[in-house]
């Protein structure tokens, strides 16, 4: 039975199951007074999922505003696009503008792994099509439960095969990530998808419905049962695992239609016959419709039954719920309808125009000959709650900040240094990737120039001028749980420091903040201190948020999870030839520590893997030096000065030694600066870079270290011999550091 706007008027205490679809009692009562009466069954649909927290942000958009605060300007320019649009753009120069964004898909990627992963690869990649670019890479971060839990098992091969297949079958290259375990993620898996895409300026497109008269078109797969509320309710409460009700909520991805879909859009973005452009993600047909009307300068009105279903027998409820993947929804004028239709038919891609921009301000929506939908737009897509919620500095972290891990017992003679640096470089959290990256094609397109294991991802833009793009994208949950703001700019510094390592220029961020309940007081305080952080590091290093994401209720059984705000920074290199690699190359080159190491073990992997112990204030972040590292690193990369340069992060020197040999299979023979050894090598101060440079360079390479005021301290030099020696310590074979490198997670997943 069809509920009509007229229905809604004459029955205003019809019971309406608002509680079952996500909404509080005074967000009912809100809609209730915005329309002047009852809701219909569909404008419940779609309040309901546009009123999501993963839709609506409402705990969270009133800190978020302090991005938009920040100069929306980067080192290469203002921005094209920022907060609030689909994805940012950023000019790199030569008439190229490139836009990037980073979004969560974590539950749904528990309740079914591989298809939770595989369409939160398709819906970013989408967001970056719908600005108007080529998709041309994918990044990821992930994070489980411990590396030997039963679940892991389950979950970690369904993320990857969903990961990699979506992404092989598109044809983009995954060209870097993360990977991380621990107990908090066991319920709660993080699964963050980043995309990037390169289009020329005068190509960027905005979701903006105008025109009166102009047509409303849905074309790419059909509308289906699956996905109903996905993404917008999975990740808009506290979620239980145990409730199979939830498997439906999960969408189904079809890659196939994907590439047919971005190589259909592209071309007609190339006729010249979109005027706007929206994907059908997260609240389907409700978001498009009340986002392009509410953006534009007129209404919209749709005609329901138009839409092409997979299954006849949906309500008009779910239809305006579903998640199907892989739709997109187009302003086209009358005039450039057959056009628009003819290229959709060559590229075998249904089409449906299914209304009109219309006069006025009201979003209208029609099924079975009667009114189902008459609301004002920006009611639905901007106009939600607000919420200011409470935020408390919790009563525990002060115990934790003062049980400090530099105080925890150090290693004595070199053979116990030596097991260490094998147990850490052994660990679940920087073993070997490659059962993981293996499964991803890194060089697809052949525009790849670093791919993982580098410290960044690095794509030629221009294959005459060789202009190119870096991406890095990080995170810390450890060190965030010790400290929100410190962690926050430690994400941030990271990501920062990787593209700056290859020789590229940081300018803009996008973001992915991972957190527990914001209904959790502590959880809101975290929130707060994240958001606090990084707009202090990014007013200092002068680069720009053009968007991301928020993730709330990631909890299972009443456990947060740690805080973790996954950082994707852009940096742009004028020439890709002259990046710098990860890796020592040549025999006899003088390895350099740059930047200055202190006792700082906090958060720091030592003191997990050794010492299955948390506690402390992670590592301060020194902004100054950071800006100051990534200028030297930027000039030694143009001067070629640098064979090889890796960041020092998690794990400290002993990872960036260790993993800069097992590159190459070359040696190295390194002195220990005076003091403890277990500090040298394990420490996790920010702002360091390990760097191998000719030895005929070397002297100018300290005088460019000298003239930016940075510490560099000569480590040693590389050897043809395959080990690792720290003189008056220890000696490790590499192949024997390979081994225990490489073992860890292949055993697990055996």
């Known amino acids: 039975m069809v509920d009509t706007v007229q229905d809604a008027r004459r029955t205003p205490d019809q019971d309406q199951p608002w509680a079952a679809l996500g909404l509080k009692e005074d967000e009912y009562l809100r809609i209730r007074q915005l329309l002047g009466r009852r809701p219909t069954g569909g404008e419940l649909a779609m309040y309901s999922v546009m009123w999501s927290e993963h839709c609506s942000y409402k705990s969270s958009k009133i800190h978020l505003k302090r991005f938009a605060a920040l100069d929306q300007v980067t080192p290469r320019g203002p921005l094209l696009a ?36 595989a369409t939160g690869v398709g819906g970013i990649v989408r967001d970056i099509l719908a600005m108007g670019a080529r998709p041309i890479a994918v990044m990821d971060g992930l994070r489980f439960g411990p590396l030997d839990a039963p679940d ?4 970690l091969p369904g993320v990857v095969s969903g990961v990699g297949f979506y992404g092989n079958c598109l044809g983009l290259p995954n060209i870097g990530g993360e990977l991380y375990f621990d107990q908090c993620y066991a319920g709660n898996p993080l699964v963050n998808a980043l995309s990037v895409g390169v289009m020329r300026h005068e190509d960027l497109k905005f979701a903006k419905a105008i025109g009166a008269g102009n047509k409303v078109v849905l074309y790419g797969a059909s509308t289906g049962a699956d996905g109903i509320g996905g993404a917008s309710v999975l990740a808009s409460e506290t979620f239980d695992d145990t409730k199979e009700s939830k498997r439906p909520a999960v969408q189904v991805g079809d890659p196939f239609m994907e590439k047919l879909l971005i190589e259909c859009t592209l071309e007609l973005f190339a006729a010249g016959v ?12 409700s978001c498009a419709t009340s986002e392009l009307a509410s953006a534009g300068d007129g209404g ?52 449906t125009v ?26 639905v897509a901007h106009d939600g709650p607000t919420y200011d919620r409470p935020a408390y500095r919790p009563d525990w972290i002060d115990a934790l900040n003062a049980d400090h891990d530099n105080n925890l017992p150090r290693a004595g003679a070199g053979g116990e240094l030596a097991d260490q640096v094998l147990a850490i470089v052994g660990s679940p959290n920087l073993c070997d990737r490659s059962w993981v990256t293996d499964q991803y094609d890194r060089f697809v397109r052949g525009n790849s120039v670093l791919a993982q294991p580098e410290d960044s991802g690095m794509l030629r833009i221009d294959e005459i001028s060789n202009l190119g793009i870096s991406l890095s994208t990080d995170a810390n949950g450890r060190y965030c749980l010790l400290n929100p703001y410190y962690g926050a700019q430690l994400a941030l510094c990271e990501a920062y420091r990787n593209v700056a390592v290859g020789g590229a220029e940081p300018v803009a961020v996008t973001d992915c903040l991972n957190l527990g309940s914001p209904e959790d007081p502590e959880v809101m305080w975290q929130f707060t201190e994240v958001i606090k952080g990084l707009v202090d590091a990014c007013a200092f290093l002068g680069i720009p948020v053009t968007g991301g994401n928020v993730s709330f209720y990631n909890q299972t059984g009443g456990m947060n999870i740690m805080p973790t705000p996954q950082i994707g920074v852009l940096g742009v290199i004028d020439d890709v030839r002259l990046r710098v690699r990860t890796g020592f190359r040549t025999p006899g080159d003088v390895v350099y520590l740059i930047g200055e190491t202190k006792q700082e073990l906090g958060g720091s992997a030592w003191a997990e893997t050794i010492h299955s112990h948390l506690g402390g204030i992670p ?28 960041d020092l992060s998690e794990g400290g020197l002993a990872i960036a030694l260790t993993e800069s040999c097992l590159r190459h299979g070359l040696g190295v023979t390194v002195r220990l600066p005076e003091g403890d050894p277990t500090v040298a090598l394990f420490s996790e101060t920010p702002a360091r870079v390990v760097a191998s440079v000719r030895f005929e360079r070397a002297e100018q390479f300290e005088a460019l270290c000298a003239e930016h005021d940075v510490p560099c301290h000569r480590l040693g030099e590389v050897n043809q011999e395959p080990e690792l020696v720290v003189e008056g310590q220890f000696k490790l074979p590499v192949e024997q550091i390979r081994s225990v490198w490489q073992a860890t997670i292949p055993a697990a997943m055996s």
């Not at 239809?319 to 009358?334: H, N, V």
């Open 300 to 351: 919209m009105h749709v005609t329901l039954d138009l839409v092409p279903l997979r299954d006849n027998t949906m309500t008009a409820e779910e239809i305006l719920m579903s998640e199907s993947q892989e739709r997109m929804m187009a302003i086209c004028t009358p005039e450039d309808l057959d056009r628009f239709m003819e290229i959709c038919n060559k590229w075998e891609v249904q089409a």
């Open 152 to 155: 892991t098992a389950r979950v």
């Open 274 to 285: 979109v005027i706007a452009l929206q994907d059908l993600g997260a609240a389907g047909i």
């Open 619 to 646: 590592p301060v972040p020194n902004l100054d030096a950071e800006k100051k590292l990534a200028a030297v690193m930027q000039q030694a990369a143009r001067q070629e000065l640098v064979s090889s340069a890796h």
């Open 82 to 117: 920022g907060i609030g649009d689909n994805a940012g753009a950023v000019d790199i120069g030569h008439g190229y503008a490139i836009t990037f964004k980073s979004e969560s898909h974590n539950h749904p990627s528990f309740v079914e792994p591989h298809q939770g992963a």
């Open 354 to 379: 299914i209304g009109e921009v219309i006069k006025g301000d009201r979003l209208l929506i029609d099924w079975k000959g009667q009114r189902i939908v008459d609301v004002d737009p920006r009611s």
